[in-house]
Nanobody, 121 residues
Framework: QVQLVESGGGLVQPGGALRLSCAASGSILSINAMGWYRQAPGKQRELVATITRDGMTNYADSVKGRFTISRDNSKKMAYLQMNSLKPEDTAVYYC???????????????WGQGTQVTVSP
């Protein structure tokens, strides 16, 4: 079984910062890309940032220059450093990983349960 567990969400004032963490565990053989997505109330889930196994990153235009995605392959962890937070960043943030389980040939996407980020005065 594979689990992705997010942590680090919370309530922060506009202009503040938070760091999200995502821990992958279970019978994992290999992890390709990892990413962060978010879903605000009444809106569709959207991409925030992704990072390949080799460290190549991609960001949504709305977070470029404010958010930084990183990962530690040895620990099977991904992180999202969020600076200069805005009220419109309020959402549930989900971790995603494209990974291969032990004993399985193919890769598939897995999702965490999500962590709430609220940006409010």
């Amino acid at each position: 079984q594979v689990q992705l567990v997010e942590s680090g969400g919370g309530l922060v004032q506009p202009g503040g910062a938070l760091r999200l963490s995502c821990a992958a565990s279970g019978s994992i053989l290999s992890i390709n890309a990892m990413g962060w997505y978010r879903q605000a109330p009444g809106k569709q889930r959207e991409l925030v940032a992704t990072i390949t196994r080799d460290g190549m990153t991609n960001y949504a235009d709305s977070v470029k220059g404010r958010f930084t995605i990183s990962r530690d392959n040895s620990k099977k962890m991904a992180y999202l450093q969020m600076n200069s937070l805005k009220p419109e960043d309020t959402a549930v943030y989900y971790c995603n990983a494209n990974l291969q389980r032990v004993g399985v040939v193919w890769f598939r996407d897995y999702w965490g349960q999500g962590t709430q980020v609220t940006v409010s005065p």
